[in-house]
């Protein structure tokens, strides 16, 4: 089983829709997560870092569900520049390492 | 704040020949450097922990002779991909932590995408 899992997708999503997606981790002792947002042939970019209480950044919001062990990404009214794929990373318990889910591709259409 | 350089963006060598990819943090300081590796359609996968002044730890599968890191200072870390050959092709990113924040959130650079014929 991989350690952190994402459905692949791609979610197509009309402009303006609400689209969510989900996030699995199996290392119950992961201490950090977050989003990043990665276009084609570039970089991953931090999109948010994600609390435990839960947390929202203008459109997109980010919950943490420690007892299922999956963190969530919701981004609401959603733009032709949301389009990418999202990964979902997790601190491991080992201190440093990140790791990288598969990540999610959402295309946002008009 | 926390930008991340990595150069050069892009390089095409013939197989045999070493490749030398730097990271650079350019307003911060980086005890830790990390190099990850991304296949197409895949997902970024760890390469090795690159620490200032002392050897890098590589991940299981990772030959540490193929893949020579050095970090000889709190701003650069460099990847050296010796006798390359085709199937190491890929696109190479670093990210380094500041070494002051509390946070894991580490920054990445642009990526180099290496070809090798």
């Known amino acids: 089983r991989k350690e952190v899992e994402q459905d692949p997708g791609p979610f197509n999503v009309p402009e303006g829709a609400t689209v969510a997606f989900n996030c699995t981790y199996s290392n119950s002792a992961s201490q950090s997560f977050f989003w990043y947002r990665q276009d084609c042939r570039k970089e991953p970019k931090l999109l948010m870092s994600?609390?435990?209480s839960g947390n929202e950044d203008g459109r997109f919001t980010a919950q943490l569900n420690r007892a299922s062990q999956y963190i969530s990404l919701l981004i609401r009214d959603s733009k032709l520049s949301d389009s990418a794929t999202y990964l979902c990373v997790v601190n491991s318990a080992a201190g440093n390492k990140l790791t990288f889910g598969g990540g999610t591709r959402v295309l946002v259409k008009p | 704040g926390a930008v991340v350089s990595q150069h050069p963006s892009r390089v095409i060598c013939k197989s045999g020949t070493s490749v030398k990819i730097e990271c650079r943090s350019l307003?911060?300081?980086?005890?830790?450097m990390f190099w990850y590796r991304q296949f197409p359609k895949q997902s970024l996968m760890l390469m090795a922990t690159s620490n200032e002044g002392s050897k890098a730890t590589y991940e299981q599968g990772v030959e540490k002779d193929k893949f020579l890191i050095n970090h000889a200072s709190l701003t650069l870390s460099t990847l050296t991909v010796t006798s390359a050959h085709p199937e190491d092709s890929s696109f190479y990113i670093c990210s380094a932590r500041d070494f002051r924040s509390y946070s894991y959130e580490q920054y990445f650079g642009p990526g180099t995408r290496l070809t090798v014929t």
């Open positions: 994600v609390y435990s």
């Open positions: 307003d911060f300081q980086a005890t830790t």
